[in-house]
């Protein structure tokens, strides 16, 4: 499954550095060098992980960490520090705001890799352990691997139930198309397009009413948009 990183550092030497070691583990990544464009970016891509600097123009780290976590779009993404400032309050301090990790320059990129992998290992196993999972009136559970609208049984293949659970767990993350194909069909390639897209189109279906919570992101891939209260 192709996770999305993103990668905030003014270091253009040290961000390519960066992206390469995590793109030859099979991650996506984009990199930022601006305070500013990093928070935009974490805003618009609602990434898997989001490794920061926090020296940083435009606005240093420890701002974009605190503005992720007012929002309860982004609060839930885990970011790890990676910066110069090895003091032990500068660590202190960033693992007190809930950064998972911190590691300090020059670092190891085959233990950066280590580390983006354990968290994101953590930050997976923390969506799978819920067993139940409701956005308004939508409800799936995994351990009877039904799904319900309003108290009323829907009819899904394996494939549909598969892809309802993978985007209520992720809702406003635009999931791109090889990672659902990974998710349907444990593999990717062009082959598979036309099918998720038949598979999306009968799960739009079967929703009815709630249709539009599974929405299309034009030439990346689809999302699922929570429910509102003014939509019960």
Not at 146 to 164: C, H, R
Not at 170 to 188: C, H, I, S
Request: glycine share 6%.
């Amino acid at each position: 499954m192709r996770m999305h990183i993103l990668i905030v550092e003014d270091d253009e030497d040290i961000a390519e550095l960066v992206a390469l070691s995590l793109e030859r583990r099979g991650w996506r990544t984009t990199a930022v060098h601006n305070g500013a464009e990093g928070l935009e970016k974490i805003r618009t891509l609602r990434p898997d992980l989001v490794i920061l600097d926090i020296m940083l123009p435009g606005m240093d780290g420890m701002s974009i960490f605190r503005a992720m976590k007012e929002s309860s779009l982004t609060a839930s993404i885990p970011a790890l520090f990676l910066t110069a400032r090895a003091q032990l309050d500068d660590r202190l301090e960033g693992l007190k705001l809930g950064a998972d990790d911190y590691i300090t320059k020059p670092f190891s990129p085959r233990e950066l890799v280590l580390r983006v992998n354990n968290i994101l290992t953590r930050a997976n196993a923390g969506a799978s352990a819920q067993l139940v999972v409701q956005s308004g009136a939508i409800v799936v559970d995994k351990n009877k691997l039904s799904a319900y609208i309003a108290g009323q049984s829907l009819d899904l293949t394996t494939a549909e139930f598969k892809l309802l659970v993978y985007l209520m767990e992720r809702p406003d993350k635009v999931q791109d198309r090889y990672e659902l194909q990974n998710v349907l069909f444990g593999y990717a390639d062009t082959t598979q397009s036309r099918a998720l897209d038949t598979h999306v189109k009968r799960l739009r279906q079967k929703l009815g009413d709630y249709a539009s919570c599974i929405c299309t992101e034009r030439g990346v891939g689809y999302y699922f948009k929570p429910v509102s209260s003014s939509d019960l």
